[in-house]
């Protein structure tokens, strides 16, 4: 027979049992996506490395590309991912809802645990193989680097928690998405920094809070590199309202996750 | 006792909200076994979902102090992507259990469904649906004080009725039931009480075969 646990046992053992589960659906029962994690954004640095190069262009401010590149992409990758994740965590885990111990809250952190974890695993691998590649990889100012990465994903949480709640009123909010997030790729500075745009367009870009964390990034990774827009006090603010806005609508909801 | 308090429920419908309860104010008691009456669609399903957790009122408080099993029910419960296995280990470790092996084999032991144990759960039959998720209460010693079962002994073969009703007896000592089921005579068998949903609301009565015949001339004209 079981002890009494209290209510934070219950979250804890909880959310242990998803991520169990959810471990094997994110990377896939054969672990072949372990390998994707850190495929799918070296793939695309390699592409758009050779791109680079093809045109001539080796380095950036006398950054190698490849580095100018990965801290661009990598916390995309972040973005989008958990973007993804976060948008369908009720909706995958819907039968398991049933039981009392788990509520809507639980799938959601479990894969914000899952995707944090992930990004930081391949971002020390990454670099630290560019590292032995003979790669300068370390970063000048490594806390202004994981400011940036957690500012981001506090943003995207709020997002993601917004869209759950959006999901249980309009179901087709998914396929909006796709629309909403593909020229994303495009505007957040992946493959391009400020300087290289006549400041007089800034303004196509600079309302992204993403862009900005591209920015930052390269900002606190390079000494070379200064970044002429990114801003620390617009970034933290899209984050926090972002962040309030997706909690209160969450808790507003909570029911109707379970309600179906 | 589980108490409902000023609970209503409601689905929303192309022509407007459709209420299932309304306003229902009742206490039952967990001493016995009560069988949930009432015809397709009149709300069994809804109510023992409530009453589990995996369903909420639109307004009003379910309550007990009593343990209560989670709604056992063809829908819901087995999340279809993952197998039997996985499912089991679930609710093992949602539980607090650290060691699900043991009942991963009692489970498996009880449904009989062979290798389609490590075959996702959308892949199964009904039939095999409600082996695991009879086995899966059964596996565990959770002693719930009140278990619901929403029909999920009537897909089953005769064999394996017999054997979960054997097992369910085995455990009234401690364990209670709240159970739909659309045979009358596993009613009468199991249940002492019965619970008529009608005009949207519950009507309880001591006897089973009150109950049973309230219910019938109520319904059956």
Partial sequence: ?260 | MIHFNAVSKYYPTKQGRYYVFKDINISLPTDRNIAVLGPNGAGKSTLIRMMGGADMPNAGRISSAKNISWPLGLQGGLQGSMTARENVRFVARIHGYKNTKPIENKVAEFAEIGRFFDEPVKTYSSGMRSRITFGLTMAFDFDFDVLLIDEIGAVGDANFRKKSEALLKSKFERTKLVMVNHSVSALKRLCQSGLLIKDKTLIFYDDIDDAISQYQQEYSK
């Fill in chain 1, 1 to 260: 027979m079981l002890n009494k646990r209290t209510s934070l046992q219950i979250m804890r053992d909880t959310i242990h049992a998803l991520m169990m589960r959810e471990i094997k659906t994110r990377f896939g029962s054969n672990r072949l996506g372990y390998f994707w994690a850190v495929a799918e954004p070296a793939i695309g640095v390699a592409i758009m490395g050779i791109m680079f190069t093809l045109i001539g262009r080796t380095a950036v401010y006398n950054i190698p590309i490849t580095l100018f590149l990965f801290t661009g992409i990598l916390p995309f990758t972040l973005y989008k991912n958990l973007f993804n994740q976060l948008a369908a965590a009720i909706d995958s885990n819907k039968g398991l809802l049933s039981y009392r111990q788990v509520t809507a809250i639980d799938p959601v952190m479990t894969r914000i645990i899952i995707e944090v974890a992930t990004y930081f695993v391949v971002y020390i691998l990454i670099f630290s193989v560019m590292a032995w590649l003979g790669f300068n990889a370390l970063p000048v100012n490594p806390l202004g680097l994981l400011a940036a990465s957690l500012l981001l994903t506090v943003f995207t949480i709020g997002i993601g928690l917004i869209l759950c709640s959006a999901m249980t009123y309009w179901k087709d909010t998914k396929k909006l998405l796709g629309f909403v997030n593909r020229p994303m790729f495009f505007i957040s500075g992946i493959f391009f920094c400020a300087p290289m745009i006549p400041p007089q367009y800034w303004y196509l870009f600079d309302w992204n809070p993403v862009f900005h964390v591209t920015e930052l990034s390269r900002d606190s990774f390079f000494k070379v590199y200064v970044t002429p827009v990114g801003s620390w006090g617009y970034l933290s603010a899209c984050a926090l309202v972002s962040f309030s806005i997706g909690l209160s609508t969450f808790y507003l909801c909570r029911f109707r996750f379970i309600r179906s």
